[in-house]
């Protein structure tokens, strides 16, 4: 079983759909959380991060991390076409190494 | 401020031969990362810099691979004897170790190098 499971997709939703992505995980002693959204040709970028369990708001884009489950998710409401991209879920325990996910494709169709 | 760069952007070279790779990191950060993404595989840890401390060389794939950063800033990945499974993209990431947890886990990403070995 890897580290971390994410869904490749790719998922596509219409425009102001509310877009759920999700991350699994096998290891308990992961803390911090992320996701990182990454534009084709670009390199990933900071979206969300959140020590622990619970949830983080930021404009469109909340954050949640259920650790009894090992299960992360991030919603996007209102979704805009420039949303579309691949999002990335990573975890640490503490230390610096990171791990990421596999990344899943998003498409928001006008 | 400027990001972090890579260079070259692209680099197309035969089986066998050997590659360098430049990263540039965001000024100040003391802790620099390169990552290696296949399509689909998502981003694979290569090596870890931080500060004066030994390297982190653990997702190093082979003996083929190898990086040093000098002076603290500028880091070069070398790839050695270049085989058609090294094509992929090459991505550089820095960071600002402080003492605060977000600014710790916040990586800053370069564009990549997207290299083909033919």
């Known amino acids: 079983q890897k580290e971390v499971e994410q869904d490749p997709g790719p998922l596509s939703v219409p425009e102001g759909a509310i877009v759920s992505l999700n991350c699994t995980y096998s290891?308990?002693?992961?803390?911090?959380f992320m996701w990182y959204r990454q534009y084709s040709r670009k390199g990933p970028e900071l979206l969300m991060y959140?020590?622990?369990?619970g949830n983080k708001e930021d404009g469109r884009f909340t954050a949640q991390v259920d650790k009894s489950s090992k299960y992360i998710s991030l919603f996007i409401r209102d979704s805009q076409p420039s949303d579309s991209a691949t999002y990335l879920c990573?975890?640490?325990?503490?230390?610096?190494?990171?791990?990421f996910g596999k990344g899943t494709r998003l498409h928001i169709l006008p | 401020g400027a990001g972090v760069s890579q260079s070259p952007s692209n680099k197309v070279t035969e089986k066998g031969k050997d590659v360098e790779l430049r990263c540039d990191p965001i000024?100040?950060?003391?802790?620099l990362y390169w990552y290696r993404q296949s399509l689909g595989q998502g981003l694979e840890f290569l090596i870890y810099?931080?500060?004066?401390?030994?390297?982190?060389k653990s997702g190093l794939p082979s003996d083929r691979f190898s990086a040093e950063r000098t002076g603290g800033s500028v880091s070069t990945l070398t790839i050695q004897r270049t085989q058609q499974e090294d094509s992929a993209v090459y991505l550089c990431?820095?960071?600002?170790?402080?003492?605060?947890?977000?600014?710790?886990?916040?990586?800053?990403f370069g564009p990549g190098t997207r290299l083909t070995v033919t």
């Open positions: 290891n308990s002693a992961f803390q911090y």
């Open positions: 959140t020590y622990s369990s």
């Open positions: 990431a820095s960071s600002l170790l402080g003492s605060g947890r977000a600014i710790r886990y916040e990586q800053y």
């Open positions: 810099f931080q500060g004066n401390s030994a390297p982190d």
């Open positions: 990573a975890m640490s325990v503490g230390d610096d190494k990171i791990i």
């Open positions: 000024s100040g950060h003391t802790a």
